[in-house]
């Protein structure tokens, strides 16, 4: 089974397949659309686990960018009214 199958693209940070690399999964386009390596390593050098990693790692990215932009947000810090 796929492991990314029960995950929503929406939650997963990974982008959409662009029409440059129309055929390729997003799974595997994720890691070259995010400029960490280009389509012929994709094709060529990488293994399956090296991609993977490449994707966790976007993830993690992801992750983070979501925690920074909610500690940015203003809080109210207005008294509380009973």
Do not use: F, H, W
């Not at 492991?3 to 129309?22: F, H, M, V, Y």
């Amino acid at each position: 089974p796929d492991p990314r199958s029960d995950i929503p693209r929406a939650q997963t940070g990974l982008p959409s397949t662009p029409d440059n690399t129309k055929g390729l999964d997003p799974y595997l386009a994720a890691p070259v659309m995010a400029g960490l390596c280009g389509y012929v390593d994709i094709r060529d050098r990488l293994s399956l686990d090296e991609v993977a990693d490449l994707n966790e790692g976007l993830l993690v990215r992801a992750e983070n960018d979501r925690r920074r932009y909610e500690a940015m947000k203003p809080r109210n810090n207005s008294p509380r009214r009973g």
